[in-house]
Structure formats: structure tokens, C-alpha cells
């Protein structure tokens, strides 16, 4: 497939300049969201084959990629779903079909329940929820905070990122091209040359600070928004348990266990997981 440049532009938002990727197609529009401390733009691969059954676009959340920060220097997960909700009413749309990952997901999956007019139906890669404030599986928060926080935020260069990346979990099973997207996207070029995240670590450690706070998973479990959602066998970040919880709970779609994958789903396989986002976006 040909590689196509996405079309970038600016749209006000809960008082945060959004940016915004349009990445073509034609026919009803498909919105991707992207993982925390990433942007919009490393789902290049799903975007593109999504072109085939929709007008596809993405935007990277505040604080993220070429996003404004906030003004109140707040971030968190019931205003990731905010910021969504309100990109889809000031692009005019209803019923969009969505596509997101890990708490991009959980943002689509929540707005489903709380507002039906906006998604018609999602896929939900990897939603990042609990089964409770205290559950067992927010063991990861504290170590993601801290670890988040003590991240190398430059580079002397994109190659030397992507080198410095290439051998290190969870980077070393993503799929080169994708990390390079990544690490040439992901940063700006600083004063001095060298490039620097555009997320910096205290947004992306707040973001998981205070992910105890949004029950996306209750939430998720009362929409009535038909879903296909996909769990990585690998994953660190969710028990069996809790996957069977959610197959189980699920009032509208399917829940998929995929060998050979972790949270890192759409990174690792791009083209099987773009393959299941086009059979039931399409359906």
C-alpha cells in the first residue's frame, strides 16, 4: 500500500489546542486514539488500511505529540474522554466509529456508555481498567509512575534513539517502522539539535497517577455500543481473570485472547489487528 501524508490542523477543545491528523478515505468518519505518551500518528498502518471503509483521522490527546498542554496543567482519565467527546462534536460528527489503545481505549469504550449518539462502534485494543479502585491489577501504577518519571527525555538523534530502543522491552517486539515513526514524531528537535519527547514524563506519570479514579471498566461494561475488544496473551498489564470478566460482562460485541501479543498489540501486528478493526468497523 502507498504511503500517504495525513493532512495536519488545529481544533480548540475544552481549551486545548488539539492537533488533529486527516488521514483520507471516503465515506463515514473512523477516529483513532492513541495509547498514553504516545500520539496519533505511530498508528500509521491501521490508519491507512482503515482508508478502505471510512474518512479516517486521529489526534493526539492533550499534552501529547503537537497537542497544547493544558491551561490548568490537568490531565486525567475522565478528561482524555472529555477531550474525545468534544473533538467529535467540533468536527460536527454522530456515531463515529472508533478505533483505540490501551487508555485510548478505555476513553472510546467510556464514551460509548455515557454518550451513544457519538460512537457507533469501536474496537478496543488493550483497554487499560480494574475491577476496582484498590483491584489487584493496579500493581503496575506505582512502578509506572516512578519509572515514568526517571524516563531519558533526549536524544543526540533520532537514530540514536531508535538504537537505544531497538534491544529494550517493550520496544524490542514493536515493528521497526513503527518505532522509527515513533521516535522521529514522538519528539522535537531542541535548541542545542539533540530531540526531546513531546510528551514530557510528569504528563504521561500523571496520566497513570490517577488512573485509580476513572472506573473504565464498569463503564465499558454498561454500553450498550457494539465492541470488539482485543487482549494480548503477554500482556502485562491485565489478568485472566479479568479478561473473562470483561467477555463475560460485555453486552454487545466479542472479546478476543491473541496468542503472541501483549499491550503492545498494535505496535507488534499492525496488519492482523488492522485486519479485525476492518471486518467489524465494516460490518
Not at 491489577?137 to 534513539?161: C, H, I
Not at 455500543?225 to 467477555?247: K, Q
Request: hydrophobic share 40%; charged share 25%; net charge negative.
Amino acid at each position: 500500500m502507498e504511503s500517504f501524508e495525513p493532512e495536519s490542523k488545529f481544533v480548540e477543545v475544552n481549551g486545548v489546542r488539539l492537533c488533529s491528523l486527516d488521514w483520507g478515505g471516503s465515506g463515514a468518519p473512523i477516529v483513532i486514539l492513541h495509547a498514553t505518551g504516545f500520539l496519533g500518528r505511530i498508528y500509521r498502518p491501521i490508519a491507512e488500511q482503515l482508508r478502505a471503509i471510512g474518512h479516517v483521522y486521529s489526534f493526539d490527546q492533550r499534552g501529547h505529540g503537537d497537542s497544547g498542554k493544558a491551561p490548568d496543567g490537568e490531565y486525567n482519565w475522565e478528561l482524555t474522554m472529555r477531550d474525545l467527546a468534544g473533538f467529535i462534536d467540533a468536527m460536527g460528527w454522530k456515531s463515529v466509529r472508533a478505533f483505540g489503545h490501551s487508555a485510548g481505549a478505555t476513553a472510546i469504550g467510556s464514551l460509548g456508555a455515557e454518550r451513544p449518539d457519538l460512537i457507533l462502534r469501536s474496537v478496543l485494543v488493550e483497554p487499560v481498567i480494574f475491577e476496582s479502585p484498590t483491584g489487584p491489577e493496579l500493581g503496575w501504577q506505582n512502578p509506572f509512575f516512578e519509572r515514568t518519571l526517571k524516563r531519558k527525555r533526549s536524544f543526540p538523534s533520532v537514530d540514536a534513539m531508535v538504537a537505544n530502543f531497538d534491544r529494550k522491552p517493550p520496544y524490542d517486539t514493536w515493528r521497526k517502522d513503527i518505532l522509527h515513526d515513533y521516535c522521529e514524531f514522538g519528539t522535537r528537535r531542541a535548541a542545542d539539535g539533540t530531540r526531546e519527547l513531546k510528551c514530557a514524563p510528569e504528563i504521561e506519570a500523571r496520566i497513570y497517577e490517577t488512573s485509580h479514579e476513572f472506573d473504565g471498566l464498569a463503564r465499558i461494561l454498561a454500553s450498550d455500543i457494539p465492541m470488539l475488544v482485543l487482549f494480548g496473551a503477554n500482556s502485562y498489564a491485565f489478568s485472566v481473570t479479568l479478561t473473562d470478566r470483561v467477555r463475560r460482562g460485555i453486552r454487545h460485541g466479542r472479546v478476543l485472547t491473541i496468542p503472541d501479543t501483549g499491550h503492545f498489540m498494535p505496535m507488534e501486528q499492525p496488519d492482523f489487528v488492522a485486519r479485525q478493526a476492518l471486518d467489524f468497523l465494516g460490518a
